[in-house]
Nanobody, 125 residues
Framework: VQLQASGGGLVQAGGSLRLSCAASGSAFSNYVVGWFRQAPGKGREFVAAIRWPDSRPSYADSVKGRFTTSRDNAKKSVYLQMNSLKPEDTAVYYC???????????????????WGQGTQVTVSS
C-alpha cells in the first residue's frame, strides 16, 4: 500500500484546511487509516483514525469537535477536515494505514505499517 498525503498549507487561526490521503496498491479492505502529526521538536502525536470501509472514527481529545475524518471508498481516499484551527495545530501531518488494528491501538504509531510522506500545516496567530 502506498499513501499520498496532500492539502497542507498556511492558514490563519480560526481557518480551515482539508487534508487528503490517497491510497494505491493492494485492496484497502479491513485497513485502519490514521492521522498523526509532528510539531518541531516534539514526538509524533495521534490525531484521528477511521476503519476502512466502516466503523466510527476516533479522535484525539485535542481535536474533538474541530476535526473530522471521512473516507471515499470509490476513490480509496481518506480526508481530514480541520476547522477552527489553532496555532498549536501547526505540524507536519501524516496519514498511515495498517490492517486489523484493534481499537485500543489506534493511537499507537507503531501499529501502522504504511506511512505517507507528510504535509505541512502552519497556522498563524
Amino acid at each position: 500500500v502506498q499513501l499520498q498525503a496532500s492539502g497542507g498549507g498556511l492558514v490563519q487561526a480560526g481557518g480551515s484546511l482539508r487534508l487528503s490521503c490517497a491510497a494505491s496498491g493492494s485492496a484497502f479492505s479491513n485497513y485502519v487509516v490514521g492521522w498523526f502529526r509532528q510539531a518541531p521538536g516534539k514526538g509524533r502525536e495521534f490525531v484521528a483514525a477511521i476503519r476502512w470501509p466502516d466503523s466510527r472514527p476516533s479522535y484525539a481529545d485535542s481535536v474533538k469537535g474541530r476535526f473530522t475524518t471521512s473516507r471515499d471508498n470509490a476513490k480509496k481516499s481518506v480526508y481530514l477536515q480541520m476547522n477552527s484551527l489553532k496555532p498549536e495545530d501547526t505540524a507536519v501531518y501524516y496519514c498511515a494505514a495498517s490492517r486489523n488494528i484493534i481499537v485500543s491501538s489506534y493511537t499507537n504509531e507503531y501499529a501502522y505499517h504504511y506511512w505517507g510522506q507528510g504535509t505541512q500545516v502552519t497556522v498563524s496567530s
